[in-house]
T-cell receptor, first 112, second 112 residues
Framework: GAGVSQSPRYKVAKRGQDVALRCDPISGHVSLFWYQQALGQGPEFLTYFQNEAQLDKSGLPSDRFFAERPEGSVSTLKIQRTQQEDSAVYLC??????????FGPGTRLTVT | KNQVEQSPQSLIILEGKNCTLQ??????????LRWYKQDTGRGPVSLTIMTFSENTKSNGRYTATLDADTKQSSLHITASQLSDSASYICVVSAKGTYKYIFGTGTRLKVLA
């Protein structure tokens, strides 16, 4: 079936705006991860879901970042009052529990 | 200090030439090490995965080696092609955790 999809692919936000980034995981994948990838860097872990439960949110950089996966499938990463330092690519990955993570193409967020 | 360090940071080679990318890690206790290829504007795609007991693994023109004693890995690309131009990211997992720890990547450019 289809791989992990993310939308939008590109988002430009003015400083202070709220944004919502969507991830559609591979069907049947229980685990879902969000990562932040700054320019020229490797991805850094933000948060992890197993089904609808958010088991780990230790990587979220501030309380402006919020993620949800209410029905255990689609997930949304929300960033409130965006700041310039939030500019990055946000990657979503999904997997069966304990197995290989498959990554989406990412959403490139630019905060002006 | 990053737990996964890669070198070189960037590399330019001519089409048809071979190259070797390096990865040193301090992640412990070690579970497995993956090499990912990330094309510009895309999510990472897995090339190889190696566990503690594996010394070498090949995937087409890509050959990964692992020395768990010195905590070093390499990715060798043979007979490079223009399509090999990408970032190559070393990813290490610790036992008992779902988290991936990413290196900062090596940006490879293959020229005609």
């Amino acid at each position: 079936g289809a791989g992990v999809s993310q939308s939008p692919r590109y988002k430009v936000a003015k400083r202070g705006q709220d944004v919502a980034l969507r991830c559609d995981p591979i069907s049947g994948h229980v685990s879902l991860f969000w990562y932040q990838q700054a320019l020229g860097q490797g991805p850094e872990f933000l948060t992890y879901f197993q089904n609808e439960a958010q088991l780990d949110k230790s990587g979220l950089p501030s309380d402006r970042f919020f993620a949800e996966r209410p029905e255990g499938s689609v997930s949304t990463l929300k960033i409130q009052r965006t700041q310039q330092e939030d500019s990055a690519v946000y990657l979503c990955a999904s997997s069966l529990v304990g197995y290989e993570q498959y990554f989406g193409p990412g959403t490139r967020l630019t905060v002006t | 200090k990053n737990q996964v360090e890669q070198s070189p940071q960037s590399l330019i080679i001519l089409e048809g030439k071979n190259c070797t990318l390096q990865c040193n890690y301090t992640v412990s206790p070690f579970s497995n090490l993956r090499w990912y290829k990330q094309d510009t504007g895309r999510g990472p795609v897995s090339l190889t995965i190696m566990t503690f007991s594996e010394n070498t693994k090949s995937n087409g023109r890509y050959t990964a080696t692992l020395d768990a004693d010195t905590k070093q890995s390499s990715l060798h690309i043979t007979a490079s092609q223009l399509s090999d131009s990408a970032s190559y990211i070393c990813v290490v997992s610790a036992k008992g955790t779902y988290k991936y720890i990413f290196g900062t990547g090596t940006r490879l450019k293959v020229l005609a």
